[in-house]
């Protein structure tokens, strides 16, 4: 009865996600912030269904748009996007083949695989259909962004809660301990926020983070940038309460990259940069340091006790090349490191998989063990080819949000260039979020020019009009 009740229930959100596509796929981005706090809290029975209510919402919107909408798609298909094109179709192609690897022990798991790699790349051609102009983006962002004060304000609430308090659990499925910042039960906790597990959270924040700082940069109303400024201080505090090093360095490389480009666009002038970022930031970071300094004690002793970053950020780049010994030009199969591969074998007494020897954890060495030499350069080259061209956009455009926009896109694709996206099922939507930049960016700008030509034209037709005009 409780199946039959979740199909009807898949059926009618994939309907209302056909009929309705634009809010569809904007809800994604809602799903994806409190997916977890379904999972943990709401419906634990139904963690696993709830893991796949996006996907299911996203196909829907997919199916509406391509195969229903009389909207032209023709930003995608522009010459000028030739190489991108080319390359995603490149790797969806190897990633469907991989699927089929004998060594997955059953093609059911690579249509989890598939799934991993492929089914969020459609949004970024879905983008320009989303978004008709600058201000629609900026809406949609500043609105998206307001969830940050709920995930932010719970995960300050977890900090300062036992291990053992039921808003600490993690998603079942995975059994998982826990993390804290040390051991014994006085040990505090490193936070999850909304999200099902902690990576889950540090991917967020990075995004959000970024996000943030060109709605800092442009013009908004005291009340909205107050807004902005709440939610840039929950995201540092938050970010330092997961105890991950990876979101503080990379929340770091991305403000020093935007004061960079902030500099760059004014002509080598850090004053607009330092008055509309650097001073804010500054006054938050030292509000947070004083307002919670037990977190921030906490996170410098994990940082001296731990000696192994320089390490794993190098095993992060190594790890392909030792991996590609063990099957030479082929892979062990799309999904074949999936975390829930396993679950996925157990649940539907698929075979085993052919044993992959050695430890993994970094993504770049997932992908080369599962796709193979090729296949990893399919798509860490299409990786490579959407950061070349938000470079070029970011030279391109003259809009100073859409350039600025351009700029954190880049900065976020950078740092998570080697960082979890894949197997990271939150971040992989903003990330093919991001990346849809490179089709909605030139087409808002486009779209700003084409106004002020018309209002110029109109401007002169009424000029022309009261100069012969005999009154």
């Not at 634009?22 to 999972?39: C, D, I, M, Q, Y």
């Not at 269904?49 to 748009?65: H, N, P, S």
């Not at 600058?134 to 500043?142: A, G, N, T």
């Amino acid at each position: 009865m409780k199946l039959i009740i979740a199909l009807i229930a898949i059926a009618g959100i994939a309907f209302f996600s056909v009929i309705n596509w634009r809010t569809a796929a904007k809800s994604v981005f809602f799903l994806v912030v409190f997916e977890g706090a379904l999972r943990k809290w709401i419906l634990p029975q139904a963690s696993e269904i709830i893991y796949f209510l996006k996907d299911f919402v996203i196909l829907g919107a997919y199916t509406g748009y391509f195969g229903f909408s009389r909207i032209k798609r023709n930003p995608a298909l522009q010459n000028k996007n030739f190489l991108i094109n080319l390359l995603v179709f490149l790797a969806a192609g190897w990633c469907l083949f991989q699927a089929f690897n004998p060594s997955l022990g059953s093609p059911i798991v690579g249509i989890l695989g598939i799934k991993a790699y492929l089914l969020y790349i459609p949004l970024m051609w879905m983008l320009p259909a989303l978004f008709p102009s600058e201000e629609e983006l900026y809406k949609f962002l500043r609105s998206h962004l307001l969830l940050v004060i709920p995930t932010g304000v719970i995960g300050i609430i977890q900090f300062f809660s036992p291990p053992t308090s039921p808003i600490n659990a993690y998603a079942p499925g995975i059994e998982q301990q826990v993390a804290t910042f040390g051991f014994g039960s006085e040990a505090a906790v490193r936070i999850t926020g909304t999200f099902s597990y902690l990576n889950s959270y540090a991917g967020y924040l990075i995004a959000c983070f970024g996000l943030l700082l060109p709605l800092l940069s442009v013009k908004q109303s005291r009340w909205w940038k107050l807004v902005t400024i709440v939610e840039l201080f929950l995201i540092v505090t938050n970010t330092v309460m997961t105890g991950s090093r990876t979101p503080v360095i990379a929340e770091i490389i991305i403000l020093v990259g935007y004061l960079g480009a902030l500099f760059l666009m004014n002509r080598g002038s850090l004053r607009g940069g330092t008055k509309q970022i650097l001073l804010p930031a500054t006054v938050i970071v030292t509000v947070a340091i004083f307002g919670f300094r037990s977190a921030f004690e906490q996170f410098e002793r994990r940082l001296t006790s731990n000696t192994d970053l320089s390490r794993r950020i190098g095993e992060n780049f190594l790890q392909p090349i030792d991996f590609f010994k063990y099957k030479q030009l082929d892979g062990y199969g799309t999904g074949a490191t999936h975390p829930g591969a396993v679950p996925l074998r157990n649940l539907l007494r698929l075979p085993a998989g052919e044993y992959i020897p050695g430890y993994y954890e970094a993504e770049m060495g997932r992908v080369a063990l599962e796709l193979g030499p090729i296949g990893f350069t399919f798509w860490y080259g299409l990786r490579i080819c959407i950061g070349l061209k938000l470079w070029s956009l970011f030279w391109k455009l003259k809009s100073p949000f859409l350039r600025q926009l351009a700029a954190i896109a880049l900065l976020i694709h950078l740092v998570q260039l080697s960082g979890q996206m894949v197997f990271h099922h939150t971040f992989s939507v903003y990330y093919w979020f991001l990346s849809g930049f490179i089709f909605l960016l030139p087409q808002l700008e486009f779209i700003n020019h084409w106004h002020q030509e018309q209002q110029l034209l109109q401007q002169n037709a009424q000029a022309s009009y009261f100069s012969d005009s005999s009154y």
